[in-house]
């Protein structure tokens, strides 16, 4: 089974513009979260899309956003970018059950963002 | 303060020996707790999950966990240079509002030096 894939792999964008980053969950997985890591704060929680609509989201400025497709496959998109936006953008994906027990997070390996 | 306290380390060991490396946490709420371990460039790759207080054994690691303590812990036995990486410990709370949100430590940088 292929595992969770993020396009592309390297970006690097000045301040001010713009970026989308694309993420391929495990087939049949209908859950995707993204993370933020930094040497600095570590791994951190943007938000998390299941069936189109975002459950859950974390401490970030409006500036982050996602969205999900039908197909489960998400988006997350960083708007007026700034130098502190540097970081490795990790999506997970799960099977979304509400039984926590059992939906354990798969990450893809990640999109390295520096903004100039 | 930090819900998840990991020492960072680094921790550099010889082959062979057993590494010991844990986490403390302050949110009661958490119910469900992960290793992850990430190699350079790479994505975290889950290595034991559990969910409950107790000890779980998978081949070289054990993973061990105290709810009264809030603290849990990762051991590797037989180190090898290939288990060199970050480890990550994970927890979430098994609520609605914590859906897709684990919360991590800052890792542990290992390295086992032959």
């Known amino acids: 089974k292929a595992g969770v894939t993020q396009t592309p792999r390297y970006l690097i964008k000045t301040r001010g513009q713009q970026v989308t980053l694309s993420c391929s969950p495990i087939?049949?997985?209908?859950?995707v979260s993204w993370y933020q890591q930094t040497p600095g704060q570590g791994l951190q929680f943007l938000f998390e899309y299941f069936s189109e609509t975002q459950r859950n989201k974390g401490n970030f400025p409006g500036r982050f956003s996602g969205r999900q497709f039908s197909n489960s496959r998400s988006e997350m998109n960083v708007s007026t970018l700034e130098l502190g936006d540097s970081a490795l953008y990790l999506c997970a994906s799960s099977l979304g059950r509400t039984n926590q027990r059992t939906d354990t997070q798969y990450f893809g390996p990640g999109t390295r963002l520096t903004v100039l | 303060q930090k819900e998840v306290e990991q020492d960072p380390g680094p921790l550099s060991v010889p082959e062979g020996a057993i590494v010991s490396l844990n986490c403390t946490y302050s949110n009661s709420a958490f119910q469900y707790f992960m290793w992850y371990r990430q190699y350079s460039r790479k994505g975290p790759e889950l290595l034991m999950y559990t969910y409950s207080s107790g000890n779980k054994e998978d081949g070289r690691f054990t993973a061990q966990v105290d709810k009264s303590s809030k603290y849990i812990s990762l051991f590797i036995r037989d180190s090898q240079p290939s288990d060199s990486a970050t480890y990550l410990c994970a927890m979430s709370a098994l609520s609605g509002t914590s859906y897709g949100k684990l919360t991590f430590g800052q890792g542990t940088i290992l390295t086992v030096h032959p």
């Open positions: 087939s049949g997985h209908r859950s």
